[in-house]
Every structure is written in C-alpha cells, then in structure tokens.
C-alpha cells in the first residue's frame, strides 16, 4: 500500500510582525531518520529563539510526535502536526524556526503563525507517491541488449544500473505489484535467453 509524502527536503520563509519564520521540512523513513533531521536543523539555526517541530514517521501515522521547544504549549508543535496531518502525509518531518523579532503574537497568532508556515512549505514541496517497488538484476549477451533497451524502454520501470563483463546486466526496478507480469513479458520477449534475479524489494518514490 502506497502513501503520500514529501520528495525531499524543502526550505520557506516568512516574516510576520517582525518575526521571521524558517520552515523546512524533508521526508523520514523512521523515527531515527526524523530525531536526526531534526537536530541538523535546531544546531544550524542554534541561534534561533525556537526551533519547534512536528513529525509522522511512518507511513501509517501511528508515530506523531512534536514540540512547542519553549513556546506556550499547543501553539506551534501541534499546529504544525495537524497541517501535515490534513495534507495527509507520512513518512514528513517538519521543523518551523522563529527568530523573536520584538512583538508578541499571542497564543492565536502563534497558531496562525506555526500552522500557515507550515503549510506555505509543504505547499511548494514536491510530492510524491511512495509505493512498495522491487529491484532485479536482468543479465543478458550482448546481442539481446537493444531488444532489453526497448523492452526498459516502453515500460513503467527505472534503470538503475548497467554493468559491462562477459555478458551486460541492467539493475532495474519496478513497482512490486507490476513486477510478475513485467518479468514474465520480458522473458517472453527474449524468448527465455536472460536471467533473472531478485535484489531486494523497497519504497520508491513517483511522480503524481
């Protein structure tokens, strides 16, 4: 089952009432992946008055986790969760940086603050649907390597790798759901002259 998150990592910022604000957010694999991220951004803005964060580290949303970091509590983690919950994404973490510029903002616009940061970010990020792929190693003589090309070529997959010896291999993934019948028409099509061999199954980010 496939789930919707961020391509990478995507960076935004704002003022508001002479406070500025740094958003970034990035895509997680784990909780690890998410406490990491996180402390790469809190030690690059060390010098910021907050760093609050919000994070989903999985991709059932089983693992919400944030922080105000001396805020009034409710006004900047959780807001910050609820935009990444309503945008139904996983597997996102996101960190809103706040430079005190001078004027308070008051426990209403803290929220508004908080929560339209994070949303403006997660707006311009890239998406990405992350579904469960499978990777293979497709080896074959030389002379069937333009039919392989064609086969890669008219196909919903992506060439990895290609390595040169006695014989060529591709290392090509593909969606794990497609991947019977996609090995199946290519060995129909090389008349059963190539080997296949499974790698390792993994999540793969596609364009929406």
Not at 126 to 145: F, Q, R
Not at 177 to 185: I, K
Request: charged share 25%; proline share 2%; hydrophobic share 35%.
């Amino acid at each position: 089952m496939g789930y919707l998150s961020v391509g990478g990592e995507h960076s935004s910022e704002k003022v508001i009432e002479r406070s500025r604000f740094i958003t970034t957010s990035a895509h997680v694999e784990c909780e690890e992946e998410a406490r990491a991220f996180i402390a790469r951004i809190s030690s690059k803005f060390k010098d910021a008055t907050h760093n609050c964060y919000a994070y989903i580290a999985d991709s059932t949303g089983n693992a919400p986790r944030f922080s105000d970091d001396g805020e009034p509590g409710g006004t900047a983690g959780m807001p910050i969760l609820e935009v990444i919950k309503n945008k139904k994404l996983y597997c996102t973490a996101v960190v809103v940086t706040r430079y005190f510029g001078g004027i308070k903002l008051g426990a209403g616009g803290l929220v508004r603050a908080y929560s339209g940061s994070a949303a403006e970010n997660l707006d311009g990020a890239e998406k990405l649907m992350y579904l469960p792929c499978e990777e293979s190693a497709y080896t074959v003589d030389y002379g069937s390597v333009d039919i392989l090309n064609r086969c890669f070529s008219q196909s919903d997959c992506e060439v990895k790798d290609i390595s040169y010896s006695s014989d060529v291999t591709f290392t090509v993934a593909v969606k794990k759901e497609l991947a019977e019948s996609f090995n199946a028409a290519i060995f129909d099509r090389l008349n059963g002259r190539i080997r296949i061999e499974k790698l390792r199954e993994f999540v793969c980010g596609f364009k929406l």
